[in-house]
């Protein structure tokens, strides 16, 4: 056994371990997804699942030595990014606004039912 055949099929064992550990991975992501309890959960369980989409291009490429796949590898993380910040802003906006019990100033330019 030569060098390069020693190399490939350590390659070839490393990408296997990857590949069932991304799909352990996924297969316990899509279940957190589906069980919750909250939207919160299953917002970072989406993110986590999108992590791993990425790991698994990133096997393929490793796997098929190429590199076609890292523009969809970037604009996937980019993506993922810009996701993960959005929901941490919505969540910090929706969790200050009830630690400081900011009223509706909708709800309190109403009349109270019954006294019209």
């Not at 698994?56 to 980019?78: K, Q, R, W």
Request: net charge neutral.
């Amino acid at each position: 056994m030569n060098d390069s055949t020693a190399v490939s099929m350590a390659v070839l064992v490393m990408v296997s371990i990857g590949a069932v550990l991304l799909t352990i991975a996924a297969a316990l992501t899509v279940m957190r997804m589906s069980r919750g309890p909250s939207s919160l959960d299953r917002v970072v369980a989406a993110d986590v699942l999108v992590a791993v989409v990425i790991a698994g291009l990133a096997l393929e490429a490793i796997y098929n030595d190429h590199t076609t796949t890292l523009p969809v590898i970037l604009v996937l993380s980019l993506l993922g990014f810009a996701g993960s910040v959005s929901i941490a802003r919505f969540v910090a906006d929706r969790d200050k606004a009830v630690r400081w019990d900011v009223a509706d100033p909708v709800r309190e330019t109403r009349p109270p039912k019954g006294k019209q």
